[in-house]
């Protein structure tokens, strides 16, 4: 069988233009068509054609580049700066423009806030195509990685052990100079202890200035590299970064908003990414639904408030364990008497309130009843009876447990995991979004809404095609 061969030298009387090479159903024409129909006033980026002094790059340029390529998995600036030069679709893109890195990174670093809020002008043109209703919302986070080292990473405790060193080191160098003066000739030189003494003097200064830093914010670490960030535990280990929050909408799995934040787990999260999603909803949702990292009583409630209902299981439903034999369930609360009894009816009277931890405490009548009782040891072995603490908010947390079991919320909750992981698994696995690039809470947030936009852009391009989703973007 005979080879076809190629030609790169072979001529053409009319060379094909830039267009020709892009098929009208490549992706790559749906990202330029999203972005052209964003208003970048509302963004916060100014286009002003008659701008003079040194030119720049096309603004709407800039950020085609930047969504297209987190699309794909090219997010650094120097990988951008060579796409637009050898890849074909990125070429089309921006038109011939081949900005080098530093304008790239400059552009991306100066944006944040427009770039955060790409997401939510994607959402409302959702809204606007019928894809996204609002009816059930849901909730999940997780943790990425800061472009930070967790060895950067100060507490109390650390600049008290690195302070003794330092002062250790410096004592011990003082020290030397003695020794050398008296002994002069083939002594190390007095210059370079000099030195050794200053750097640790001024390392001194640094740690001295963080233990303030910590003292007057009232916080336990501080990294040097990225001080909005914080330690994170999840299966993958231990490591500086930011819990990533997104909120998903029932009908197609689109994602209305997203978050970063510095909290090492969601318990605070519930109520705040909720009324973020109603913000570019315009209207509040019907239903929020979420795992119980976010089962925190006093957020739900905030939530409920709202005539919104909350499915969202309570840690121990989540483990699945039926109560001990002697769990605090198992014990009646008589409401009138503001009192419990026990499994073998012996009363619990109200003793005192927390209101730092926000708790009742409540404990039997007559220690010798629990002493003389036959489950004594198993029910308790204090000596002074047994106790049990009420949460303020445990009406709160009973109703959510109820209305979790009902039929229809535990439909939902069986939605969760394929609604609003499946958005997480595509931007980790596909966009390789495993860490952030750039510093600080506010480049965190702008990163991850770009990267979300893009998993809400290949959702629509499946949904629709191409060509039919760029008709609708430019209708």
Not at 122 to 146: M, Q, Y
């Amino acid at each position: 069988m005979a080879y076809r061969y190629g030609d790169r030298y072979q001529l053409s009387l009319f060379p094909p233009s830039v267009e020709d090479y892009v098929p009208e159903n490549a992706p790559v024409r749906a990202y330029d068509a999203m972005v052209e129909a964003l208003d970048f006033d509302e963004l916060g980026i100014e286009i002003d054609p008659n701008n003079v002094g040194k030119p720049q790059y096309d603004p709407k340029a800039m950020l085609k580049l930047l969504v297209y390529g987190t699309a794909y998995g090219v997010r650094s600036s120097r990988k951008l700066e060579r796409e637009s030069h050898y890849n074909i679709s990125f070429i089309w893109l921006m038109k011939q423009l081949k900005p080098d890195h530093k304008t790239i990174a400059e552009f991306r670093r100066k944006n944040k806030d427009a770039l955060a809020n790409v997401l939510r002008q994607c959402a409302r043109i959702c809204i606007g195509l019928g894809l996204i209703e609002g009816n059930t919302l849901f909730i999940d986070g997780s943790k990425i990685r800061a472009n930070a080292s967790i060895k950067n990473k100060w507490t109390k405790d650390r600049c008290k052990e690195a302070l003794k060193k330092a002062d250790e080191r410096i004592e011990g160098i003082l020290k030397e100079c003695e020794e050398a003066d008296s002994l002069e000739e083939g002594s190390p030189s007095y210059v370079k202890m000099k030195e050794e003494i200053s750097n640790q003097a001024a390392l001194k200064a640094k740690i001295q200035d963080i233990q303030k830093h910590l003292k007057e914010n009232n916080i336990k670490q501080h990294n040097t590299t990225d001080p909005e960030c914080a330690v994170m535990n999840s299966q993958k280990g231990t490591y500086s970064g930011y819990n990533a929050q997104i909120v998903v909408d029932e009908k197609h799995s689109l994602i209305v908003t997203t978050d970063a934040v510095s909290d090492n787990n969601d318990l605070k999260q519930l109520a705040v990414q909720v009324d973020r999603a109603n913000e570019v909803l315009g209207a509040p949702c019907k239903t929020a639904c979420a795992d119980s990292g976010y089962s925190a009583t006093d957020e739900a409630d905030k939530v409920t408030q709202k005539n919104i209902n909350v499915i969202v299981p309570s840690q121990r439903q989540a483990r699945g364990t039926e109560p001990g034999e002697f769990d605090k369930t198992r014990f009646n609360y008589e409401r009138t008497d503001n009192t419990y009894t026990c499994p073998e009816g012996h009363t619990l009277k109200f003793r005192e309130s927390n209101p730092e931890r926000k708790i009742d405490r409540y404990q039997i009548v007559d220690p010798g009843t629990c002493r003389g009782c036959r489950n004594y040891g198993r029910c308790t072995k204090n000596k002074q009876g047994r106790t049990i603490n009420r949460m303020w908010s445990e009406d709160i947390r009973e109703k959510l447990e109820k209305k979790y079991l009902e039929p229809e919320s535990q439909a939902i909750y069986k939605l969760r995991q394929q609604k609003v992981e499946h958005p997480f698994g595509h931007i980790k696995r596909n966009l390789k979004f495993d860490s952030f690039l750039m510093r600080g809470k506010d480049a965190a947030k702008a990163e991850i809404a770009i990267a979300a936009t893009c998993f809400n852009m290949a959702r629509m391009i499946t949904l629709f095609g191409v060509v039919e989703l760029i008709r609708k973007l430019q209708g």
